[in-house]
C-alpha cells in the first residue's frame, strides 16, 4: 500500500483553478522531484498536503485513513509530515537548539533533556551544533535552512516536505544546504521536493512529478523524465532549462533582464555562481559598449546565446551580430577597459565572419 | 452699544425686581446696609463659575456677553490675573476675601443681582428636607446662623470652631467643593468653612453622621441627582432651572452679587516673590502633605488601571482573534465607543450612570475609567506586535503540528510580548496623564492637589509649575524604567542557557 495516496484533489483560487484533480501515489523511501514552470501549484500541492491550504475537493489517504475526513486530528497528521519552506521561518526568540528542541517537548511529550540531546544529534547532523546557542538572526541563510530542517527532523516525520529549500539563498551558500539534503535523501527518507536546480532534482530524486496544466502533467521514473519526456511541455521545458537566449536590441534592452535571465538559467542548471557572475559580466560589457554608446552609427543588435558544458564545467557564450566585419575585442572603438575585462575573465574566445554574420565565442 | 446697555439694565431690572417681589426680601445680610441694586455691567469677557447663577442670569439679561466658565473661584481669578477675562463676577463674601488675599485684583463698586443660597437634596429625600429646615429655622431665629457667618467674616483672622462629629448613625454624604473660602475650603488639611459650619452641626443635631465629598461645582447637581451624594452644601443658589433636577432646602444665608477685576497698579514679579510663592505653595498650612497624598492617588490609580486594562487588553485580543464574530464584533465596537468618547465624558459615565447606584469607591472609578481607556490601548500594541510578526511564523507552528490555540500561547505570544514593548510604553505614558482628569468626579490626585492649592493660595503659576515637573519626573522615570527593563529583558533573551 502506498505511504500516501492523492486522490481527485481539487484547488481553486478566486476562481482560478490551480488543480483540476490530481492524483498520485506516494511510496515509503520515495524522493520526488517536484518540478514545473512558476505558478503552476507546486507549492500548492506540498501545502495542501498539511492543511496550509484547505483544498476544494478530492480524498489524501494516509496510514489508512483520509486526512480530510472531519474525524481526523489535523495537529497529529501535520507532526508526520515536516516541511521546509524556503524562508526557513525559524522562531526568532529562540535559540538554534530552542527551535529544535520545543515541539518534540510541547507536541510528544518528552523531556528537556532528551529533547535537547536528540536536538544536538541533528544539529551534529546537519553541521550546526557548533552554533546551537545562536539566535535566528545570527545566521546565514544557509545556517538558518540547516536549522529549519533539524527542526523539522526532530518531529521524527514520515514525509519531508522541501518547498524550494534553497532559492532564497546567497549562490555561494546553496551548497551547503544541498549536501544536507542529498544525505537525507540517501539515508531513505521520504521526501517531497519543490526545486528549480534539475540537475540537483535529477541527483537526489528517484521519480519526477512535473506540474503544468492544472495537475501532475507528466510522471515518472526522474532518469525517464529528465532523458526522455514524452509530452510536449515537458519537452519544451527541459529543451529551454539547457540553454539561454537574449536578444538585446536597441529598443528592448535591459541590464535586469538580462542579468536575472543568467541568474535563473545557472541556479536551473546548478551551474557554479562565479562561474555565472563573469558570464553575465561579459555580456553586460558588450552590451553596454554595442547598444547604450554607439561604437557605429547605429547600435549593434546582439544575439547572445549561452550553454553549460557539464563535462568542461564551463560556460560557452556565443554573440551573433550582422554587419560588416567586425571583431568587437579587436576594435579600437571598443572602450579598452571592456575588452581588458572580457579577455581577462574568459578561458578561450574565439571570432568568425561569414555571409555578413558575425559570430564572437566567449568561454567562460 | 447704549442701546444694548440700555436693554441689559432694563432686563436686569425686571430679573431683580421679579426676585424682589417674589421673595420678599428686604436686605442682603452680607453688605452691611446698603440695598443690592443693579448696576451696569462692565464690558468685556465675564468669567464665571460654570453652573451657577451669574451664568444663567448673564445669558438671560446679556445674550452677546462673552462667558468663560471655570470650574471654581481661584480658577477664574487665576484667568482674570493672566488676561483670559476682564472682570470676574461673584458673591460679595468671595470678593472681600480675595482682594484682600490676592495682590493685583480689586473690587469694583458694582453691587447687583441678590441670590438666596439653600443646601441641596436629592428629591427623594423628603423626609430629610423637612428636618433640615426645621434645624435651619431654629438657626436662624437663634442667631447662630449670624454667628457662624461672623466666625468666617475676617479672612485674616477665622474663628475655626470644631464641628461636633458623630460615630454612629446614618451616613450622610455632603457634596462640597471644598475651593471656595470661606464658605467651604480645605484649612490645614482639614475641610472647614461657613457652610461646613452649619451643615455639620444641623446634621450633628439630627444625629447623623457626615462624610464629605469635594468636586468642581459642576459635577455637583449630577452628583445629588444620580445619588452619589446626599446633600449639596457649597452656597447653591436657589433656581428654578435647579429645581427641576434637585430639591432645595430653605433659605439659610443671602448673598449680593458683584465683579471683580485687574489691578494693574498693583502686580509685581520678583526673585522674592517667587521664594515667597513657593513657600507659600509649599510649607504653610503643610499644603506639601496634598500634594503626596495627590501623588499617592495618582500612582494608585495608575498601578491599579495599569494591571485591569493590560488583563483586559489581553483578555479583548482572544476576543477579537476568536472564530466567533460576535465576539469580536463587539471586542470592535468596544474600541470604537472607548476611543470615541472624550476620556473626561467616559469618566463621568462610569462615575454617575455605571456606578451611579453603587457605592463605588474613588479607585475603583478610576481604575475602571483609565483601565478601559488603557485596556484599547493595549489591544493596539498588541495587534501591532502581532502584525509584526510573519505569516511564515503561523505556518511553521501550524506545519510542526501544534494546534492553532496551543501554537499561539506557546511560539507566536511570547514573541508578541517583545513586539508590543514600544507601543505598549507609549500607551502607559497616555494613561497616566489622562489620570489627571480624575480631579472632575473628586477624586483627588496630583493634578486635583494642585487646585485645591491654588484655590487656597490664588496663586497661577507656582502649583501648575509643580504639579507639572512632578508628572513629568514620573513619566521620566517610567519611561527610563521600561528602556532599563527591555534592554534587561532582551540581555535575559540572549542569555545562551538551556534551561534542561
Ligand atoms: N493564497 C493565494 N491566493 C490566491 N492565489 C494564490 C494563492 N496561493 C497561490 N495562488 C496562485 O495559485 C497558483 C499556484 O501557486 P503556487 O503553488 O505558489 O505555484 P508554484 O509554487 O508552482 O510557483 C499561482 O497562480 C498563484 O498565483
Ligand atoms: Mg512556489
Known amino acids: ?364 | 452699544m447704549n442701546d444694548k446697555r440700555l436693554s441689559i439694565r432694563l432686563l436686569a431690572l425686571l430679573f431683580a425686581v421679579l426676585i424682589f417681589s417674589t421673595l420678599f426680601l428686604s436686605s442682603c445680610s452680607g453688605s452691611n446696609d446698603d440695598e443690592c441694586t443693579v448696576e451696569n455691567l462692565p464690558t468685556g469677557k465675564i468669567g464665571c463659575l460654570m453652573g451657577s447663577l451669574e451664568t444663567v442670569f448673564l445669558q438671560d439679561t446679556y445674550p452677546e456677553a462673552e462667558i468663560s466658565y471655570y470650574n471654581s473661584l481661584p480658577d477664574a481669578i487665576v484667568g482674570l490675573k493672566s488676561g483670559n477675562v476682564d472682570y470676574v463676577s461673584t458673591t460679595e463674601t468671595n470678593i472681600a476675601l480675595y482682594t484682600k488675599r490676592i495682590d493685583g485684583i480689586k473690587k469694583l463698586d458694582i453691587s447687583y443681582f441678590p441670590t438666596q443660597e439653600a443646601f441641596c437634596l436629592n428629591k427623594n429625600r423628603v423626609d430629610l428636607i423637612s428636618q433640615i429646615n426645621g434645624k435651619i429655622k431654629e438657626y436662624k431665629e437663634s442667631g447662630r446662623i449670624d454667628e457662624i457667618s461672623r466666625n468666617w467674616s475676617d479672612c485674616t483672622n477665622y474663628i475655626v470652631n470644631e464641628v461636633p462629629k458623630r460615630t454612629e448613625g446614618p451616613v450622610i454624604v455632603v457634596g462640597t467643593t471644598g475651593e471656595m473660602e470661606p464658605i467651604n475650603f480645605i484649612l490645614n488639611g482639614e475641610l472647614v468653612g461657613f457652610d461646613v459650619e452649619v451643615i455639620g452641626n444641623i446634621l450633628y443635631d439630627l444625629g447623623y453622621q457626615v462624610e464629605y465629598k469635594t468636586m468642581a461645582f459642576g459635577a455637583l447637581l449630577p452628583a445629588i441627582e444620580s445619588g452619589k451624594v446626599d446633600i449639596g452644601a457649597a452656597d447653591i443658589t436657589v433656581t428654578e432651572e435647579r429645581k427641576k433636577s434637585v430639591a432645595f432646602s430653605d433659605v439659610y444665608i443671602e448673598r449680593c452679587q458683584s465683579v471683580i477685576v485687574r489691578d494693574e497698579d498693583n502686580e509685581s514679579i520678583s526673585i522674592a516673590a517667587i521664594k515667597e510663592g513657593l513657600k507659600n505653595n509649599l510649607i504653610k498650612e503643610a499644603r506639601y502633605k496634598l500634594i503626596l497624598e495627590g501623588l499617592k492617588m495618582t500612582a494608585l490609580l495608575s498601578v491599579t488601571s495599569l494591571i485591569f486594562g493590560t488583563i483586559l487588553g489581553i483578555l479583548l485580543l482572544f476576543m477579537k482573534r476568536s472564530r466567533f464574530r460576535l465576539l469580536s464584533k463587539t471586542v470592535s465596537v468596544y474600541s470604537v465607543i472607548i476611543q470615541g468618547i472624550p476620556i473626561v465624558v467616559l469618566l463621568m459615565l462610569v462615575c454617575y450612570v455605571f456606578l451611579g447606584d453603587v457605592d463605588a469607591s474613588d479607585i475603583v472609578v478610576g481604575m475602571l475609567t483609565f483601565g478601559m481607556f488603557f485596556s484599547t490601548g493595549v489591544l493596539a500594541a498588541l495587534e501591532n506586535g502581532l502584525n509584526n510578526i510573519d505569516k511564515g511564523q503561523y505556518e511553521a507552528v501550524s506545519a510542526l503540528g501544534y494546534p492553532r490555540i496551543f501554537g499561539f500561547r506557546k511560539i507566536i505570544f511570547p514573541q508578541l510580548t517583545k513586539n508590543s514593548l514600544p507601543v505598549y510604553r507609549g500607551e502607559i505614558i497616555a494613561m497616566i496623564k489622562a489620570t489627571a482628569i480624575a480631579g472632575y468626579v473628586a477624586i483627588q490626585d496630583l493634578t486635583k492637589a494642585g487646585d485645591l492649592i491654588r484655590s487656597r493660595t490664588f496663586d497661577a503659576f507656582i502649583p501648575i509649575i509643580i504639579v507639572a515637573i512632578i508628572y513629568f519626573a514620573i513619566i521620566w522615570a517610567i519611561t527610563l524604567f521600561i528602556r532599563w527593563f527591555e534592554k534587561k529583558d532582551d540581555r535575559n533573551r540572549r542569555k545562551r542557557e538551556v534551561k534542561l
Open chain 1, 1 to 364: 500500500m502506498s505511504m500516501i495516496e492523492i486522490k481527485g484533489l481539487k484547488k481553486q483560487f478566486d476562481g482560478f483553478e490551480v488543480f483540476k484533480g490530481v492524483n498520485a501515489n506516494i511510496e515509503k523511501g520515495d524522493v520526488i522531484a517536484v518540478i514545473g514552470p512558476s505558478g503552476t501549484g507546486k507549492s500548492t500541492l506540498l501545502r495542501c498536503l498539511n492543511f496550509l491550504e484547505k483544498a476544494d475537493e478530492g480524498e489524501i489517504w494516509m496510514d489508512g485513513k483520509n486526512i480530510f475526513d472531519s474525524s481526523v486530528d489535523r495537529a497529529k497528521i501535520c507532526q508526520k509530515m515536516g516541511m521546509v519552506f524556503q524562508s526557513f521561518n525559524l522562531f526568532p526568540n529562540l535559540m538554534v537548539v530552542e527551535n529544535v528542541m520545543q515541539a518534540p517537548i510541547d507536541l510528544l511529550g518528552i523531556s528537556r533533556k532528551e529533547a535537547y540531546e536528540h536536538a544536538m544529534v541533528l544539529l551534529e547532523e546537519v553541521g550546526m551544533s557548533n552554533k546551537a546557542l545562536s539566535f535566528p538572526d545570527e545566521l546565514s541563510g544557509g545556517q538558518k535552512q540547516r536549522v529549519a530542517i533539524a527542526r523539522a527532523l526532530a518531529m521524527k516525520p514520515e514525509i519531508l516536505l522541501l518547498d524550494e529549500p534553497t532559492s532564497a539563498l546567497d549562490p555561494m551558500m546553496v551548497g551547503e544546504v544541498k549536501n544536507v539534503i542529498a544525505r537525507l535523501a540517501d539515508s531513505g527518507l521520504t521526501m517531497m521536493i519543490v526545486t528549480h536546480e534539475m540537475s540537483f532534482a535529477r541527483e537526489i530524486s528517484n521519480r519526477t512529478f512535473y506540474l503544468d496544466e492544472g495537475g501532475i502533467y507528466e510522471e515518472g521514473p526522474t532518469e525517464e523524465v529528465f532523458t526522455n519526456p514524452k509530452k510536449p511541455k515537458t519537452k519544451a521545458f527541459f529543451s529551454k532549462t539547457k540553454e539561454y537566449h537574449y536578444k538585446a536590441s536597441d529598443v528592448s534592452f535591459s541590464f535586469k533582464t538580462m542579468s536575472n535571465g543568467i541568474t535563473v538559467f545557472g541556479i536551473t542548471n546548478s551551474i557554479d555562481a562565479k562561474l555565472v557572475n563573469r558570464a553575465s559580466l561579459i555580456c553586460e560589457e558588450l552590451c553596454i559598449n554595442c547598444i547604450l554608446s554607439h561604437i557605429e552609427v547605429n547600435p549593434i543588435e546582439l544575439e547572445i546565446h549561452m550553454a553549460y558544458l557539464e563535462n568542461e564545467k564551463a560556460l560557452r557564450i556565443s554573440v551573433e551580430y550582422n554587419g560588416n566585419e567586425n571583431n568587437l575585442l579587436e576594435n579600437p572603438k571598443v572602450d579598452e577597459i571592456s575588452v581588458k575585462i572580457i579577455k581577462e575573465t574568459s578561458r578561450e574566445y574565439s571570432f568568425s565572419f561569414a555571409d555578413g554574420k558575425n559570430v564572437l565565442t566567449i568561454l567562460v
